[in-house]
């Protein structure tokens, strides 16, 4: 499951919210799976050659240093038990994050749709008690029923 918590919501930060993906990405270990293949690919559109390298949209050997903080973020997200804040994300790894990882986040309420990269498969997201099983039921939450609940209050 995916645990969100949107920042413009009057709730607590979890106190051990981690900012630094950065750090948080140099302590986790991870094997190569389908799913960490799939994540390199939509965000750095790249293919992952092992826990060290892979290959940018370019064609070259790079180390895994210079991924982008997306894609460190996304397999952080997957690895850790840490409360990890997206604010350095771009939009296709928070798109990705959303669609692939369990986990747990912060992150700012998306101002446009998430895309989704589920490839039709279930999802599970909670948003504010809420469980989401499509990106598509999560979009509508977002643009509607968000405001629902604020009125019904």
């Not at 050659?49 to 397999?75: H, P, V």
């Amino acid at each position: 499951m995916l645990e969100v918590l949107f920042r413009d919501v009057p709730q607590d930060t979890p106190h051990d919210c981690v900012r630094d993906v950065e750090a948080v990405f140099d302590e986790i270990d991870f094997e190569i799976t389908p799913l960490v293949s799939k994540i390199v690919q939509l965000i750095e559109k790249g293919t992952i050659l092992d826990r060290f390298s892979f290959l940018d949209r370019f064609g070259y050997k790079q180390n895994i240093e210079n991924m982008s903080t997306g894609c460190k973020a996304a397999l952080s997200v997957l690895r850790s038990d840490q409360w990890i804040d997206l604010v350095e994300c771009n939009r296709q790894a928070r798109n990705v994050i959303f669609s692939l990882c369990s986990g747990h986040v912060v992150v700012d309420t998306p101002s446009s749709s998430l895309v989704d990269y589920s490839d039709g498969k279930r999802l599970d997201i909670c948003v504010e008690g809420h469980i989401f099983h499509t990106i598509d039921e999560l979009n509508e939450y977002i643009n509607w029923g968000r405001l629902m609940d604020a009125c019904s209050r």
